[in-house]
């Protein structure tokens, strides 16, 4: 590791570990505000099929326009030979295997497998000295991040000892070149350390291991963000950083409650962020933000006040008119809500768009009755609108409800995050 230190001092970085948290990365230097801190490539990375990006991609740069299969092993694709010379050395391999695979078998070819399957060749490329090493990309990187194997519950470890299986199949390779076990636990360490990679939208591509950079640790108040540059990511400084600052990220989206936040991070990363924002948990300017964010609004359209679950659970105080707000009212909201949700959500994902956009105006008009005008709820069904307009190349109002989601944004996300500038920049292009 004392190269990677060396590498890391020529950037104004340090690795340093801490008891209760582990490795670190600190700067020895002061970074200013959009300045890069840490760039890396990924050790591995697969594109990704979803349902906001469902077509293929170049396997190289994740691209989905003039798109060609590998003649040979019919799973993966480039848009240009470039592309595919610059990923031959290790598809060369890959290819090989994976056009002895039976076309069953194929259909199991899930990004989390075909990452792992990567995984394991290059460090048997780099055992054979084929594949070249260096002081920022090597697996001793890969090796030494952790799996949490201990946290993971015996339904999830039974399904990464399947997985382990599969890829031991695909590879057919000898008993003395892989073991199960370890395979088992690196798809442990994938589910705590890979990073989605997402374009300059936040669209997500694909799925790529960066180990260097899976040192940074979480806060949900990070004084940096990760962004993709192509299939680089990229750590930039979202503050002014002093020398001697710990460089924090974000794990999970920090739009929501504490208690919101400390359970995804608890169900994905097996730890309790104790951050200078979750140690207020409970306190008054908490309870105001969460009920803001996640809870309902004052039945008085005037009052801009937040609810509180009154003593006697007959309903919720508005806390700064004290008006009661009935809660057999809130459920029947709530359940008119969840059943045009899911109408609304069938149209969608038939391509039903005209029908979806009914429903989720619907959807809109009972949360604007029921949340905050700052809302998440509220905030990710004009989202939702938003995308569908855009499909439908309704640019007028397209550009209204991305105006309409900006204060959101603004509340739940520091101002300098991507995702505010994001709403701007989308708001300048349908103006244009």
Request: contains cysteine.
């Amino acid at each position: 590791m004392e190269e990677l230190q060396e590498a890391l001092k020529e950037k104004g970085l340090i690795t340093s570990s801490l008891p209760e948290k582990g490795r670190c990365l600190f700067t020895t230097r002061e970074f200013s505000p959009g300045e890069v801190i840490i760039s890396e490539n990924p050790y591995v990375c697969v594109p990704n099929k979803n349902k906001e990006s469902p077509q293929s991609k170049c396997e190289w740069c994740f691209s989905s326009t003039s798109l060609k299969k590998c003649s040979a092993c019919h799973v993966v694709w480039y848009c240009s030979s470039k592309c595919q010379r610059s990923d031959w050395k290790l598809h060369s391999v890959e290819c090989n295997i994976l056009s002895k695979v039976d076309k069953g078998r194929l259909k199991s070819l899930t990004p989390s497998i075909r990452l792992m399957v990567k995984l394991c060749m290059r460090r048997k490329l780099e055992n054979e000295k084929i594949f070249p090493t260096f002081a920022t990309e090597n697996y001793k990187h890969v090796e030494a991040l952790v799996s949490h194997m201990s946290d993971v519950d015996e339904e999830q470890l039974l399904l990464y000892a399947q997985m382990a299986n599969l890829v031991n199949l695909i590879l057919q390779w000898p008993d003395s070149q892989i073991n199960i076990k370890e395979i088992t636990e690196f798809f442990s360490k994938l589910a705590c350390n890979a990073h989605t990679i997402c374009d300059g939208e936040l669209r997500p591509l694909g799925t790529g291991l960066y180990p260097v950079i899976s040192i940074i640790n979480h806060s949900c108040l990070p004084n940096s963000v990760l962004v993709f540059e192509g299939r680089q990511a990229v750590v930039r400084a979202m503050q002014n950083i002093q020398k001697g600052t710990e460089v924090l990220i974000s794990y999970v989206d920090i739009a929501g409650s504490t208690l919101t936040r400390q359970k995804a991070l608890k169900e994905q990363y097996y730890f309790s962020c104790v951050c200078s924002r979750c140690v207020k948990l409970g306190q008054s300017d908490d309870i105001k933000e969460s009920a803001i964010l996640e809870g309902y609004k004052c039945k008085d359209s005037k009052c801009d006040g937040f609810l509180l679950r009154g003593d006697d659970n007959k309903g919720f105080i508005c806390q700064q008119c004290g008006l009661l707000r009935d809660k057999e009212e809130i459920a029947k909201i709530t359940k008119e809500v969840k059943s045009i949700s899911e109408k609304a959500s069938m149209s969608l994902s038939c391509g039903h768009n005209t029908e979806a956009i009914v429903a989720y105006k619907m959807i809109e008009e009972f949360q604007l009755k029921l949340y905050h005008p700052c809302s998440i709820n509220l905030m990710r069904t004009r989202e939702t609108l938003l995308k569908i307009l855009m499909e439908l190349q309704d640019w007028k109002e397209a550009l209204s409800y991305c105006r309409l989601t900006i204060p959101a944004y603004e509340r739940a996300y520091p101002t300098s995050h991507p995702l505010v500038g994001l709403q701007y920049y989308m708001c300048g292009k349908f103006e244009w």
